[in-house]
T-cell receptor, first 115, second 115 residues
Framework: ETGVTQTPRHLVMGMTNKKSLKCEQHLGHNAMYWYKQSAKKPLELMFVYNFKEQTENNSVPSRFSPECPNSSHLFLHLHTLQPEDSALYLCASSQTGGWNTGELFFGEGSRLTVL | KQEVTQIPAALSVPEGENLVLNCSFT??????LQWFRQDPGKGLTSLLLIQSSQREQTSGRLNASLDKSSGRSTLYIAASQPGDSATYLCAVNEGYGGSQGNLIFGKGTKLSVKP
């Protein structure tokens, strides 16, 4: 496996369900990110982890809970979501975190639909 | 607040044409600018990264330029092919005052290259 891998690729859940998105990077990078892409809106940063430590939470509602057990894995735990949370959730990684991250590499995304 | 604008929103050209995609940003205090390609329903593929100290970067038929002082970047695609059809996204890495590692994205230019 190479690059950034996200699972599942598609997820449909009810508003009361609990589910998780998984991201794994095989690039030896130290920083990982969650971005959200909604229809007709630019991509928005959600969370940043640098060496497993969360460095940014971009005012994301608590129904989204990230977890980064090591520099290669990143999870996004979902609970009590709203229909407007339906979007493409993209994971990315970069060699370094901090202010000047260099090039970001993205996964294929997880398409989430909340009913 | 940094804003990124991409013009045009959509572009249709015949195969073989050379074309230019435009990106503008409101705050010139950036670390770098990155161009991505996104195919329908897929993740982002990094095309070119230009550091703030650089003027341009080239990869194959792609050439990206950066004029930081005027807040502009262009992506030049030579001899376009149907396989170039995708949405092209421009993103700037915010400087101090923003979130660490936060890329601010434009809404993209949807390119269609007709055979």
């Amino acid at each position: 496996e190479t690059g950034v891998t996200q699972t599942p690729r598609h997820l449909v859940m009810g508003m009361t369900n609990k589910k998780s998105l998984k991201c794994e990077q095989h690039l030896g990078h130290n920083a990982m990110y969650w971005y959200k892409q909604s229809a007709k809106k630019p991509l928005e940063l959600m969370f940043v982890y640098n060496f497993k430590e969360q460095t940014e939470n971009n005012s994301v509602p608590s129904r989204f809970s990230p977890e980064c057990p090591n520099s290669s894995h990143l999870f996004l735990h979902l609970h009590t979501l709203q229909p407007e949370d339906s979007a493409l959730y993209l994971c990315a990684s970069s060699q370094t975190g901090g202010w000047n991250t260099g090039e970001l590499f993205f996964g294929e995304g997880s398409r989430l639909t909340v009913l | 607040k940094q804003e990124v604008t991409q013009i045009p929103a959509a572009l249709s050209v015949p195969e073989g044409e050379n074309l230019v995609l435009n990106c503008s940003f409101t705050d010139s205090a950036i670390y770098n600018l990155q161009w991505f390609r996104q195919d329908p329903g897929k993740g982002l593929t990094s095309l070119l990264l230009i550091q703030s100290s650089q003027r341009e970067q080239t990869s194959g038929r792609l050439n990206a330029s950066l004029d930081k002082s005027s807040g502009r970047s262009t992506l030049y695609i030579a001899a376009s092919q149907p396989g170039d059809s995708a949405t092209y996204l421009c993103a700037v890495n915010e400087g101090y005052g923003g979130s660490q590692g936060n890329l601010i994205f434009g809404k993209g230019t949807k390119l269609s290259v007709k055979p």
